[in-house]
């Protein structure tokens, strides 16, 4: 095999090379929780909080609502009991045991507002519970996707690594020196084939002496791009 031929089948391997850690960087990135995942999540968080403080508020309001009826049960049993004589004590009492009435009235009309309240968040809770269960599933499967592809493509890159540790023994010093350079100047890319009369490199003709030249392992280069021809 020619210097040529062994330097562009360094360059596949160069090439293959950095297409896959590209597209492994891409992979790392992705796995990730999605902006659709985390408001499906936040959706659920809020659900919860909102059931949670309405429960919670319910459960003042009946505390609340049994200590009014106790206090005007005691009211009513002093009123009903003939112990109270003086008229002023007895009107007070009377206005207190109203009072009460109309506060009993308010607080059961709070307490079933919270009841609606707790019934509509369950709603919405059992809604989000379910629109995490299904965007959590098809998050998992890309997940699961995406780690396979991880390990194939670092299995890859791994033999890949093998492959140009060989390829560089049948290299000498100077062409791998002139290779690099090449590549560093032509965007990762020194080594290109000739296709009908074209450079593939840069897409402007190449001379037939060149491209006889090339075929017969000699070391040409493009006299636009300056990459190294193959053939
Ligand atoms: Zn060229």
Redesign the pocket.
């Known amino acids: 095999m020619s210097q040529v031929q062994q330097l562009y089948q360094l360059q596949q391997i160069d090439t293959e090379m950095r297409e896959k850690k590209q597209r492994l960087g891409e992979v790392l990135r992705a796995q990730k929780e999605t902006a659709e995942l985390l408001a499906a999540k936040e959706r659920v968080v809020t659900a919860v909080t909102d059931l949670q403080s309405w429960q919670t508020q319910r459960q003042d309001l009946d505390l609340e609502l049994q200590a009014l009826k106790n206090k005007a049960k005691s009211a009513e049993q002093r009123l009903y009991s003939g112990n109270v004589k003086n008229p002023k004590e007895l009107t007070d009492l009377q206005s207190a045991i109203e009072a009460m009435g109309r506060q009993r009235a308010a607080l059961e009309d709070e307490i079933l507002e919270a009841m609606i309240m707790i019934e509509d968040t369950e709603v919405e809770k059992a809604a989000a519970d379910k629109s995490l269960q299904t965007i959590q599933a098809k998050w998992e499967q890309s997940q699961a996707s995406l780690k396979q592809e991880q390990s194939d493509l670092a299995l890859r890159l791994h033999e890949l690594t093998g492959k140009r540790k060989e390829r560089l023994g049948t290299i000498s010093a100077a062409s791998l020196t002139e290779y690099d350079a090449i590549s560093r100047k032509g965007g990762g890319v020194a080594v ?1 084939k000739i296709k009908n009369n074209i ?6 003709n ?1 001379s037939a002496l060149k491209e006889k030249k090339a075929r017969e392992g000699e070391m040409v280069y ?6 190294i ?1 193959a053939v």
């Open positions: 290109v450079c593939t490199g840069c897409r402007l190449v493009c006299a636009s791009c300056g990459r021809l």
